[in-house]
């Protein structure tokens, strides 16, 4: 499985959600600070289709997901774990 990729802010509450659950269930993960990195958040932005909500979370097989819930993330990776 390749490494899943968040975009995000450590003043997120979202994110820091998103984090907490990948670390609980030991998914590694890459995370990208949107808050410090002007590409970077333009990067998410056209990830997330004009979206600026964030987590964005890049999965390995190139799905995005935008600010999703634990359970949107766990349907989402089950099968990959």
């Known amino acids: 499985m390749g490494e899943i990729v968040l975009y995000g802010a450590n003043w997120c509450g979202d994110c820091r959600r998103a984090k907490a659950w990948l670390r609980e269930h030991e998914v590694?993960?890459?995370?990208?600070?949107?808050?410090?990195?002007?590409?970077?958040?333009?990067?998410?932005?056209d990830l997330a289709g004009g979206r600026k909500n964030i987590p964005v979370v890049v999965l390995p097989d190139d799905r995005v997901l935008v600010e999703?819930?634990?359970a949107e993330l766990a349907a989402a990776i089950a099968p990959e774990a």
């Open 28 to 45: 590694p993960f890459t995370e990208v600070d949107v808050e410090h990195d002007d590409d970077a958040r333009d990067r998410a932005v």
């Open 68 to 70: 999703p819930t634990n």
